[in-house]
């Protein structure tokens, strides 16, 4: 069972509070400043003796009741687009995990994991992402196409997997 503590609540609220003192502005959009805040959050909770850990989920969870997350706004993009892109060679990397997979970590940090401890929900590593696109375009019958790495693509996908301009 999880229970709130005032005492867990009141070192957050210090903690995001210090988090502002660090450096922001245009140079940070797209960092993983906001993650890197949170788990220095999570962790400093531990130190104060409440028991947490942090889980890290791969960049696609999937199941086959998917109705949303980033695999599901590559199909619809797809659907919509008539074409299932990707980027340049589409040698880029991704990680992928099974939604039951990613709860069994879950489970496992909650039941086992120490104080502080960090946990890696990653089942599928190293994608190619044109792979991704393959599987997408055979699924849906779309042809699969190279997008140039460096055009810019404003819309598709806020930036994900495509540069933003």
Same mark, same amino acid.
């Given at each position: 069972?999880?229970?709130?503590?005032?005492?867990?609540?009141?070192?957050?609220?210090?903690?995001?509070?210090?988090?502002?003192?660090?450096?922001?502005?245009?140079?940070?959009?797209?960092?993983?400043?906001?993650?890197?805040?949170? @788990?220095?959050?999570?962790? =400093?909770?531990?130190?104060?003796? #409440?028991?947490?850990?942090?889980?890290?989920?791969? *960049? !696609? $969870?999937?199941?086959?009741?998917?109705?949303?997350?980033?695999?599901?706004?590559?199909?619809?993009?797809?659907?919509?687009?008539?074409?299932?892109?990707?980027?340049?060679?589409?040698?880029?990397?991704?990680?992928?995990?099974?939604?039951?997979?990613?709860?069994?970590?879950?489970?496992?940090?909650? @039941?086992?994991?120490?104080? =502080?401890?960090?946990?890696?929900? #990653?089942?599928?590593?190293?994608?190619?992402?044109? *792979? !991704? $696109?393959?599987?997408?375009?055979?699924?849906?019958?779309?042809?699969?196409?190279?997008?140039?790495?460096?055009?810019?693509?404003?819309?598709?996908?806020?930036?994900?997997?495509?540069?933003?301009?």
């Amino acid at each position: 069972m999880i229970r709130w503590s005032p005492r867990a609540a009141a070192v957050t609220r210090r903690r995001v509070a210090s988090a502002e003192a660090l450096p922001g502005g245009e140079e940070h959009t797209g960092t993983l400043r906001a993650r890197n805040i949170v @788990e220095t959050t999570v962790v =400093g909770l531990a130190e104060r003796g #409440v028991r947490s850990s942090i889980v890290r989920i791969a *960049d !696609i $969870a999937h199941s086959t009741t998917d109705q949303a997350g980033f695999l599901q706004r590559l199909i619809a993009l797809a659907k919509e687009k008539g074409v299932v892109g990707y980027p340049g060679d589409g040698a880029n990397r991704w990680n992928a995990v099974h939604a039951r997979d990613a709860a069994a970590v879950f489970r496992l940090a909650w @039941e086992k994991g120490p104080a =502080g401890s960090y946990w890696h929900a #990653v089942a599928d590593g190293a994608i190619p992402f044109r *792979d !991704i $696109a393959e599987a997408i375009g055979s699924r849906l019958g779309l042809p699969v196409v190279s997008i140039p790495a460096d055009a810019a693509q404003p819309g598709l996908l806020d930036g994900h997997y495509f540069p933003a301009g």
